[in-house]
């Protein structure tokens, strides 16, 4: 843009258009760092939040001083460091960590006292903000920018397959910043060569900027509204495990939603259950410890009623008697099970809860047997209700009380003994009072009833029949969090499922186990409520000490239990012995019950240790040795990069050619091949029946820009290869000069 178009155009018009490639790179390079900041806030403890928000604000002062323009570098550095500095000390004094300091104070004596108050923060903002300029110049080339992309998304792929952090949103956003980036990269490109369509494009962006928006933006509708597309490649840590031979264990941070509505939502406890199905995000915030004298899953609530599309409240969950509660008193327990032969343990629970909601019911073991305390008192029980058929611990919110931040309860866990289960008759004395467990759709799909008499029919005990049931599914069916709904066509949900769909999480098998067990005529009821959540420990040693023995997968401890850990399953009826739970979600293990029993050890028994085992722990550990091999192949892939990218290769055999050249006219010939392979590599490409004055004119034709330089490097090849002349030293030094000028304008 010319001065006097400069000085005759409107202030805001200057400010928005002025040297707009570098506004958008300094915009995009922002909101790529903004993803960082993201992706460490998710990490629990990580960051302060006056640490988040001094960088977040430091983002925002860099990017706008950015925007002002005709500054000199010098004076937008100090002023953004100035700036920095002032936000860094604002923040702090608003999260009273430091008191309030004047201005003038810090250019008085005192000024190193002043700054000392502001570390380590300071070191933070100015970090972000050195890394922020420093960005701005490293992808002003463009394989600095594909090498950006790269390992950022490397990176953050591993975090979110690896750990509970959800990272693919700022996946999303790090790709979008790059493409961008390239596209910015490539006008500047276009700049150095062609001036004159650069300044049309400088002083009209809006030529170019609309289409490439609208373009981008179309793209984005179009795969936004697309249809949904299973995964064709299982995802490496998956695929780790199943080659190790073991399930993936969901409940430490691969929870699953709850009764998910059609279309994604986030997981976590739901509130209503009628219409199931749909697909699900998940969201790993913390819901509540339990510290627990034995692990379990954390029961809510009960459905009865299956209505094809979803479970309701049946007459008799409505109907249901409830009682008032007391302190450390036993709960009344449920008239079906009475004289009950089930043998089980008992279970201290105390649940410290995170969130902000309101439940409507208290989560504990299955089954509850008293309450001892709410919030470390025993007083405040009125607002809780006992319903002994459901085996459920209301909350009335019309009491308008507080949910209780902490409680402590105590239940009988069953011990299943599944001989002693098998031995359980195959009619139900109390049929009739169990009729709603046994209800079923009357337009119930036949191939649906069919399905569960093929499965059951090489059984006859009850127990068998639903475990024939639970490992049918188990085995048959895959879990994910986003099943493919476009194969569905049944009205019916789990026809839809068995059928159809044939992925889905715990909902899709909860729901199925429990009509094809009504269809067997075993009384069943659906449950919800949380997995049993992660522990303090480590997988790595979490499982490495389950496979050898050392430690009990259910044993006591604090459990944290997340939004992600919402989870189904489904409770079945035996004569004589009540409720029993039962996990047809594959990728699920249902934490059982067994009866204490004193163990001795014999030491004599015990092998001897070998001297060497620290030395070699980590190399016999399969997760260190997988963490290492992938470290590595991640390095040689970006060695690999980097040589492919730099032409490492070409610049070796370019110096041993150069050596070879003795004689000037040897050195002009290998400049020009030189310049060849340059050309060839930026698309200028040199047919094999044409000489290089042929191709030089088409080349020039193509790009004008390379006119002069061609013809005076060809001028100079025709004299070395086809002339007696004698070259100088000048002719090469020229040339040598000419092919550099040619290789750093593409």
């Not at 119930?444 to 006859?460: C, G, H």
């Not at 060695?639 to 050596?659: G, S, T, Y």
Request: charge should be neutral; hydrophobic fraction near 40%; charged fraction near 20%.
């Amino acid at each position: 843009m010319s001065e006097l178009m400069y000085e005759k155009t409107p202030v805001w018009q200057r400010m928005l258009w002025t040297d707009w490639p570098h506004r958008l790179t300094a915009l995009l390079v922002g909101l790529l760092l903004l993803q960082f900041v993201t992706w460490i806030t998710k990490e629990n403890g990580v960051w302060l939040p006056e640490t988040v928000r001094i960088v977040q604000l430091t983002l925002l002062v860099t990017f706008l001083i950015e925007h002002v323009p005709r500054l000199h570098w010098l004076a937008r550095g100090f002023i953004q460091m100035i700036a920095v500095i002032a936000l860094n000390a604002h923040v702090l004094r608003d999260y009273k960590i430091i008191d309030d300091v004047s201005v003038s104070s810090y250019f008085s004596s005192q000024l190193f006292l002043n700054l000392y108050q502001l570390t380590p923060y300071l070191w933070f903002a100015l970090s972000t903000w050195v890394i922020y300029l420093a960005l701005i110049w490293w992808v002003e080339v463009k394989w600095r920018i594909y090498l950006l992309m790269i390992v950022s998304v490397l990176a953050m792929c591993i975090r979110d397959s690896f750990s509970n952090v959800y990272l693919w949103p700022q996946v999303v956003m790090v790709l979008g910043c790059g493409l961008f980036l390239l596209i910015l990269c490539h006008f500047q490109r276009l700049r150095r060569k062609d001036p004159t369509a650069w300044s049309y494009l400088a002083d009209y962006p809006m030529s170019i900027s609309v289409p490439v928006i609208t373009l981008v933006c179309l793209t984005l509708s179009i795969g936004s509204i697309m249809p949904e597309v299973s995964p064709l490649l299982t995802d490496p840590y998956t695929a780790w495990r199943n080659f190790q031979g073991q399930p993936v264990n969901f409940t430490t941070g691969k929870g699953v939603e709850v009764a998910a509505a059609a279309g994604d939502s986030s997981s976590g406890y739901s509130r209503n259950d009628t219409s199931l199905g749909g697909g699900f995000e998940f969201d790993f915030t913390p819901v509540m410890t339990v510290e627990t004298s034995h692990r379990s899953y954390w029961r809510g609530e009960t459905r009865s009623f299956y209505s094809g599309k979803g479970w309701e409240l049946g007459e008799g969950d409505r109907r249901a008697q409830v009682s008032s509660v007391r302190a450390d008193v036993p709960l009344t327990s449920d008239p079906r099970t009475a004289g009950s032969k089930l043998k089980t343990i008992e279970v201290t629970q105390t649940v410290t809860i995170l969130s902000e909601e309101k439940y409507p019911v208290l989560f504990g073991a299955f089954s509850l047997q008293k309450v001892v305390d709410l919030g470390g008192v025993k007083t405040g029980f009125e607002p809780l209700l006992w319903a002994p058929s459901q085996s459920e611990m209301r909350f009335n919110e019309q009491q308008r009380q507080a949910f209780p931040k902490s409680y402590t309860v105590v239940s009988q866990m069953p011990i299943v003994d599944e001989e002693v289960l098998r031995q359980v008759p195959a009619e139900l004395p109390n049929r009739v009072e169990l009729a709603e467990y046994l209800q079923l759709p009357d337009n119930t799909p036949n191939r649906v009833r069919q399905l569960a008499a093929d499965i059951t029919k090489d059984t006859v005990s009850p127990y068998d029949k639903a475990k024939k049931i639970e490992q049918y599914l188990r085995q048959t069916y895959p879990y994910t969090n986003k099943p493919d709904l476009t194969k569905g066509r049944s009205r019916d949900f789990v026809e839809r499922f068995l059928f159809e769909i044939k992925e889905g999480y715990c909902d899709y098998f909860s729901s199925a186990m429990a009509v094809l067990s009504r269809s067997s005529g075993l009384p069943t009821r659906w449950v919800k409520g949380y997995a049993s959540g992660s522990t303090t420990v480590p997988d790595e040693y979490l499982n490495m000490s389950v496979e050898q023995g050392m430690l009990d997968p259910d044993a006591a401890g604090v459990y944290t239990v997340r939004n992600a850990d919402a989870h189904s399953w489904v409770e079945i009826y035996f004569s004589g012995y009540g409720w029993i739970p039962f996990e047809p979600t594959s990728g699920f293990v249902l934490p059982r019950a067994a009866q204490l029993q004193e163990t001795v050890i014999d030491m004599s028994t015990l092998p001897e240790i070998p001297e060497t085992a620290e030395e070699t722990a980590v190399f016999s550990n399969p997760g260190h040795v997988a963490s290492i091999s992938g470290l590595v192949l991640l390095a040689i892939a970006l060695v690999a990069f980097l040589v492919w990218k730099l032409q490492v290769i070409e610049l070796i055999k370019e110096r041993i050619e150069r050596r070879r050249a003795s004689l000037l006219k040897q050195k002009v010939i290998v400049e020009c091949e030189r310049m060849l392979r340059i050309c060839r590599r930026n698309g200028y490409t040199r047919d094999e029946h044409e000489t290089l004055r042929e191709a030089t004119r088409r080349w020039i034709k193509q790009s004008k820009w390379m006119k002069a330089d061609l013809e005076q490097v060809l001028s100079i090849f025709e004299k070395a290869k086809y002339s007696n002349a004698e070259i100088t030293e000048d002719d090469w030094q020229s040339t040598t000069q000419l092919v550099e000028k040619l290789r750093s304008q593409f």
